[in-house]
């Protein structure tokens, strides 16, 4: 279709790549602590994450 | 109706926002299956946003006892439960006047 001809594909690929820093950073950042609970606490943020992600698609969608 | 907890006693704050934050995940989650579905029955959807946003609160509300790192992320979470009860809020809303709209011209 006509969009994905006239989405850049770079721009894309480096919002992908921005995307993924972020989450890896985040993990790093609270892997290396070896507590219990710091991985749970890594999951329910990216629970959160995944919720905001949806209800910005229902707001968005009008 | 979730039991009160005491995070002094023993118990780490991260720990009870985590548990909290896992409820109003679950409910907000069900709210958006449905909402998400075009034919889904949005008066449910409104049901369970109003159940997860009533944790988001419990969950929000909770003091965070631990220092440094154990700190952090409780706070992040925190943060996020804020942000997604902003916006669980306001997805209500709408879903509510949008019901309400359509029982009027029913």
């Keep these: ?62 | 109706m979730s039991a009160k907890i005491n995070p002094s006693k023993g118990k780490d704050s991260c720990e009870v926002i985590k548990s909290y934050h896992k409820q109003a995940f679950e409910y907000i989650s069900k709210a958006l299956r449905i909402d998400e579905d075009d034919t889904g029955e949005k008066e449910e959807a409104v049901q369970w946003y109003k159940k997860g946003i009533a944790e988001l609160e419990r969950g929000i509300t909770v003091e965070i006892t631990g220092r440094g790192d154990q700190y952090e992320r409780a706070k992040r979470l925190q943060d996020k439960m804020v942000n997604n009860l902003t916006m669980a809020k306001d997805r209500l809303a709408l879903l509510e006047t949008t019901l309400a709209s359509k029982r009027r011209s029913d």
């Excluded at chain 1, 995307?19 to 999951?43: F, I």
């Excluded at chain 1, 995944?50 to 968005?60: G, N």
């Design chain 1, 1 to 62: 279709s006509t969009t994905t001809l006239t989405t850049p594909q770079n721009q894309v690929e480096s919002l992908l790549h921005e995307m993924a820093d972020e989450a890896g950073l985040d993990l790093n950042m609270e892997l290396p602590q070896g507590q219990t609970g710091s991985v749970g606490a890594s999951v329910a943020s990216t629970e959160q994450d995944e919720l905001s992600q949806r209800l910005a698609k229902l707001r968005d969608q009008v």
